[in-house]
């Protein structure tokens, strides 16, 4: 997972708050602005998925994940801190069939979490807690029991997903003819947006192993 640094809440989401601190019983998610909240959070993630790192288009292609679920930690339903951009898409009319997204946020569902239990992509140390592979496959760390949960509960290493991140990898860098410098130039870029905010899909995949690479090209020369 890529880390996420969270700004402050959107202005909508702001003025809701005050305009019913009073008559707090409109104070629910169903309530929300969401639009207003998904579009400062695509800003925010690059218009990637907090899990995958998939690429999210428009608002219409996402859904408001709520990290601590809301079950768990009900005071947090409405807090910008607990909320992330995550596909699949929850907008009708957008809606994909739940058997393409057998990853990510929808299999987390309502798992219970806690620091010994998940690593969030809000955690500074988060991109540090996962190594990804030229195969596409993921791994925690060694002995980081936290990140290999992680995975578990998000099926981050699912066929479908391991499959997307390889064929990216490939095309961005094993199949790319790159030199040693130019990899590892790309294992920075890749991390960075695009003139339009975008950053591209599975960009710390591909950094990884860019890295990786670069490393392997000049041990061999």
């Not at 069939?97 to 979490?113: E, L, V």
Request: aromatic fraction near 6%.
């Amino acid at each position: 997972m890529r880390r996420i640094i969270k700004g402050q809440e959107p202005e909508a989401l702001r003025c809701w708050k005050d305009e019913n601190a009073e008559v707090p019983q409109n104070l629910t998610y169903e309530n929300m602005p969401k639009p207003a909240v998904k579009a400062q959070m695509l800003v925010e993630q690059g218009h990637l998925c907090g899990y995958t790192m998939q690429r999210i288009q428009t608002v219409d292609d996402c859904h408001i994940e709520h990290i601590k679920p809301q079950r768990q930690a009900p005071d947090l339903i409405i807090d910008y801190n607990n909320l992330l951009a995550c596909v699949p898409s929850d907008t009708p009319g957008h809606r994909p069939p739940m058997s393409n997204f057998p990853y990510g946020a929808k299999k987390k569902w309502g798992t219970q979490i806690d620091q010994n239990t998940f690593v969030s992509p809000l955690q500074a140390d988060v991109e540090s807690r996962f190594r990804y592979l030229p195969n596409g496959s993921i791994e925690s760390t060694a002995g980081d029991s936290a990140a290999e949960n992680t995975i578990k509960t998000l099926a981050l290493d699912h066929g479908q997903l391991t499959d997307l991140r390889k064929a990216a990898i490939e095309v961005r860098v094993l199949d790319a003819g790159l030199s040693a410098n130019e990899a590892r130039a790309l294992s920075q870029t890749v991390m960075a947006a695009d003139s339009t905010g975008r950053i591209p899909e599975f960009c710390l995949a591909i950094s990884q192993v860019a890295a990786w690479y670069a490393d392997r090209i000049r041990g061999e020369n």
